[in-house]
């Protein structure tokens, strides 16, 4: 059964730092995304990974995916208030019916606070 | 084009109670999702609609759930006798093809009191 771990779960960090969020996930997987979640609200899609080796910058976020190592990161540049958001990785499973649809199993989630 | 589409979006029970969520995907897309997120936690898979079959079905869809999707359009979830334990974020995506992304609706919060 694949799993997904992020970490850290918790995340506090000062305006102007940068840091790294680190998505590990058990079993081969065609997909890999990156998602935004503010409180009481649903997911925003950041980023999809689809292939080893590739990277994806959007404003002071970048992803990368390496799949040899079923190891994604999602990299923060210089950080602003505006950021705070639990950030989710998701990588793509085959559903048991025996089609070619996947479902999307999450990680449990990076809890960003960016302080001023 | 409207992105998915979901109501109520919130909706306080008390326990007991059956409630029913409804679900609208973006027009075309004809594989629909449900997850449920609790708090503190990502979403997790429930079942799966291609077209107006459903194909999979998560062993966290207890006997109490029950999903449609009578037209191969919009969807219902429907939970009886709910219980504190129901308590989540629910939510819907659809996606176009076999080998596309999901796209979600903004959830439907619902409280079991």
């Known amino acids: 059964e694949l799993k997904v771990e992020q970490n850290p779960l918790f995340l506090s960090m000062q305006e102007g730092k940068n840091y790294t969020i680190y998505c590990n996930y058990s079993t081969t997987s065609d997909r890999l995304y990156w998602y935004r979640q503010d409180p009481g609200k649903s997911l925003e899609s950041l980023f999809v990974l689809l292939s080893n080796g590739a990277v994806k910058q959007e404003g002071r976020l970048m992803a990368s995916l390496d799949t040899k190592a079923r190891l994604s990161t999602l990299h923060i540049t210089a950080a602003v208030h505006d950021l705070s958001a639990t950030y989710f990785c998701a990588v793509e499973a085959r559903m048991n019916y025996g089609g070619a649809t996947n479902k999307l199993i999450f990680g449990t989630g990076t809890l960003l606070a960016v302080q001023p | 084009d409207t992105g998915v589409s979901q109501d109520p979006r919130h909706k306080i029970t008390k326990r007991g109670q059956n409630v029913t969520f409804r679900c609208d995907p973006i027009?075309?897309?004809?594989?629909l999702y449900w997850y449920r997120q609790t708090l503190g936690q990502g979403p997790e898979f429930l079942t799966y609609?291609?077209?107006?079959?459903?194909?999979?079905k998560s062993r966290l869809l207890s006997d109490r759930f029950s999903a449609e999707r009578p037209k191969g359009s919009f969807s219902t979830l429907e939970i009886q006798r709910t219980e504190q334990g129901d308590s989540a974020m629910y939510l819907c995506?659809?996606?176009?093809?076999?080998?596309?992304?999901?796209?979600f609706g903004p959830g439907t919060r619902l409280t079991v009191t």
């Open positions: 027009s075309e897309h004809n594989r």
């Open positions: 609609f291609q077209n107006e079959a459903q194909l999979e």
């Open positions: 995506a659809s996606s176009l093809g076999w080998d596309t992304e999901q796209y």
